[in-house]
């Protein structure tokens, strides 16, 4: 079982690339979600889904698409990667509304643009 | 809208003193109550939640939260510090009626021996 699985661990960019980081999990979970990092700001929400086909904007979304085609996948997009974006990246997952309800997380991804 | 507050960035106890980090909440609704930890060059793992129930909540690592409804408080203790529970706790809230969960800033334990 091998849970939530985020690619790339490490990722530099430059001003204006795009790029899509990738999350998937395998333990049937509808919601997922992403975060960012940032030190003395917490974790931050991105995006998030609660099943296949359904996507919404969480805290800080300008910058990010997503999309959830399957249950299993839930891929961010950085359209055009600016410098403040980056950050640490974790994707997350959960089954919804549950007694057993708790996130299970990816092991990040460290983004730098330059 | 909901959030957050840890007030402290820092904690500092020393090995076998009880540890306590704060967190203050609000939320419209019901408020569904976690707490996480980071350990360092570690991804982050569920310690325990409050849903519902007992105000008094246990989880893993010999940690437990108090709900305190009146305060809007959620506080993570621990009776007896080790140099192990060295790490970064999050605080975390989502209204009942909606699945966004909010994290606060964050507070960085140090339990020195």
């Known amino acids: 079982n091998a849970g939530v699985t985020q690619t790339p661990k490490f990722q530099v960019l430059k001003t204006g690339q795009s790029m899509t980081l990738q999350c998937a999990q395998d333990?049937?979970?509808?919601?997922m979600s992403w975060y960012r990092q940032d030190p003395g700001m917490g974790l931050r929400l991105i995006h998030y889904?609660?099943?296949?086909?359904?996507?919404d904007q969480g805290e800080v979304p300008n910058g990010y698409n997503v999309s959830r085609s399957t249950t299993e996948d839930f891929p961010l997009r950085l359209l055009s990667a600016a410098p403040s974006q980056t950050s640490v990246y974790f994707c997350?997952?959960?089954?919804?509304?549950?007694?057993?309800?708790?996130?299970?997380f990816g092991s990040g991804t460290q983004l730098s643009v330059l | 809208a909901q959030s957050v507050a840890q007030p402290e960035d820092q904690v500092n106890v020393a090995e076998g003193n009880p540890l306590t980090v704060k967190c203050t909440y609000s939320?419209?609704?019901?408020?569904?109550l976690f707490w996480y930890v980071q350990y360092p060059n570690r991804g982050l793992q569920f310690l325990l939640k409050y849903i519902t129930g007992d105000n008094l909540v246990k989880g893993s690592y010999g940690f437990e939260a108090e709900f305190n409804k009146s305060q809007t408080s959620f506080h993570l203790k621990k009776p007896s510090a080790l140099v192990s529970d060295s790490a970064l706790y999050f605080c975390a809230v989502r209204d009942g009626g909606d699945y966004k969960l909010s994290f606060g800033a964050g507070t960085t334990v140090t339990v020195r021996a």
């Open positions: 333990m049937n979970h509808e919601y």
């Open positions: 997350a997952s959960t089954k919804k509304g549950t007694v057993n309800e708790k996130l299970f």
């Open positions: 939320v419209s609704g019901n408020p569904y």
């Open positions: 889904s609660v099943g296949a086909g359904i996507t």
